[in-house]
C-alpha cells in the first residue's frame, strides 16, 4: 500500500516592517522607565512616597510590556495566508477574506499605509510602507509580489484592486521611480491630515488605481 505523501508547508516570507533593532528596543525601554518615574513622581508628590513608587512600577510594567509585545510582533505570508504572531497567533485566508481595506495613520508626521485584513473575528493591519517627508521604508519587492499574487486570488472584489496597487507600485520602483512618486506614497499623501487612523474609501481606492499608468 502506497504511503500518502506530506503535503510541504507553504514557505513563510516575512512581513514585518517595523524596525525591532536591539538598540531601539533599548530605547524604548529607556522611555518605558522615564515615564513611569516621571508619573510615579507626580503622584508621590500627591499621595506620598509609597503610592508614588507603587505608580511608577505600574506604569513602567505596563509599558514595558507593550514594548515587549511589539517587538515580538512578527507577520508572514505563507501561501495565500497572512499569519501574526504576539504572545499567540493568528491567521487571515486572503482567498477567503470578507473585509480587505487601506488604512493611514498619522503620528507626528509620519504616515504608515497599511493594508487590514479580516476573516469572520480575525483582524490582522499588515504596514505596507511608513513615510516620513519625501522618504521612508516600504515592504520589499518580494513581498510586495508574493502578496500581490495572494489578494488577486481573493473572492473580495477589493483583492483585485488592492493587488493591481502593489502592481504598480512594484513598477514604479523598478523604474527607479523616488519615493513621492510611487502610489503607496501618493496615497498616503492625499489622506486628509489631522487623523490619526482613517478608512481609504474602497471608491476612492479604485478610481486612483484606474488612474495609474
Given at each position: 500500500?502506497?504511503?500518502?505523501?506530506?503535503t510541504p508547508?507553504?514557505?513563510?516570507?516575512?512581513?514585518?516592517?517595523?524596525?525591532?533593532?536591539?538598540?531601539?528596543?533599548?530605547?524604548?525601554?529607556?522611555?518605558?522607565?522615564?515615564?513611569?518615574?516621571?508619573?510615579?513622581?507626580?503622584?508621590?508628590?500627591?499621595?506620598?512616597r509609597?503610592?508614588?513608587?507603587?505608580?511608577?512600577?505600574?506604569?513602567?510594567?505596563?509599558?514595558?510590556?507593550?514594548?515587549?509585545?511589539?517587538?515580538?510582533?512578527?507577520?508572514?505570508?505563507?501561501?495565500?495566508?497572512?499569519?501574526?504572531?504576539?504572545?499567540?497567533?493568528?491567521?487571515?485566508?486572503?482567498?477567503?477574506?470578507?473585509?480587505?481595506?487601506?488604512?493611514?495613520?498619522?503620528?507626528?508626521?509620519?504616515?504608515?499605509?497599511?493594508?487590514?485584513?479580516?476573516?469572520?473575528?480575525?483582524?490582522?493591519?499588515?504596514?505596507?510602507?511608513?513615510?516620513?517627508?519625501?522618504?521612508?521604508?516600504?515592504?520589499?519587492?518580494?513581498?510586495?509580489?508574493?502578496?500581490?499574487?495572494?489578494?488577486?486570488?481573493?473572492?473580495?472584489?477589493?483583492?483585485?484592486?488592492?493587488?493591481?496597487?502593489?502592481?504598480?507600485?512594484?513598477?514604479?520602483?523598478?523604474?527607479?521611480?523616488?519615493?513621492?512618486?510611487?502610489?503607496?506614497?501618493?496615497?498616503?499623501?492625499?489622506?486628509?491630515?489631522?487623523?490619526?487612523?482613517?478608512?481609504?474609501?474602497?471608491?476612492?481606492?479604485?478610481?486612483?488605481?484606474?488612474?495609474?499608468p
Amino acid at each position: 500500500m502506497t504511503e500518502p505523501i506530506a503535503t510541504p508547508e507553504p514557505e513563510r516570507l516575512p512581513l514585518t516592517l517595523a524596525d525591532t533593532s536591539r538598540r531601539r528596543g533599548c530605547a524604548a525601554a529607556a522611555i518605558s522607565v522615564i515615564l513611569g518615574a516621571a508619573v510615579g513622581g507626580v503622584v508621590g508628590l500627591i499621595g506620598g512616597r509609597i503610592p508614588g513608587l507603587i505608580t511608577a512600577a505600574v506604569v513602567a510594567g505596563v509599558l514595558g510590556l507593550l514594548t515587549w509585545a511589539t517587538a515580538r510582533r512578527k507577520i508572514w505570508l505563507a501561501g495565500h495566508r497572512v499569519v501574526a504572531r504576539t504572545i499567540g497567533s493568528k491567521s487571515v485566508d486572503l482567498h477567503a477574506a470578507d473585509r480587505l481595506e487601506l488604512i493611514v495613520t498619522d503620528v507626528r508626521g509620519v504616515r504608515t499605509v497599511g493594508l487590514l485584513v479580516a476573516e469572520k473575528r480575525k483582524t490582522i493591519n499588515l504596514s505596507l510602507a511608513v513615510y516620513s517627508g519625501t522618504g521612508g521604508r516600504e515592504l520589499g519587492i518580494l513581498a510586495l509580489r508574493k502578496l500581490a499574487d495572494a489578494l488577486a486570488g481573493s473572492s473580495n472584489t477589493a483583492g483585485l484592486v488592492f493587488s493591481q496597487l502593489l502592481v504598480a507600485q512594484l513598477r514604479a520602483e523598478a523604474r527607479g521611480e523616488a519615493a513621492p512618486d510611487r502610489p503607496l506614497f501618493q496615497l498616503a499623501s492625499v489622506a486628509p491630515s489631522g487623523k490619526l487612523a482613517q478608512r481609504l474609501k474602497a471608491e476612492a481606492v479604485t478610481k486612483f488605481v484606474a488612474n495609474l499608468p
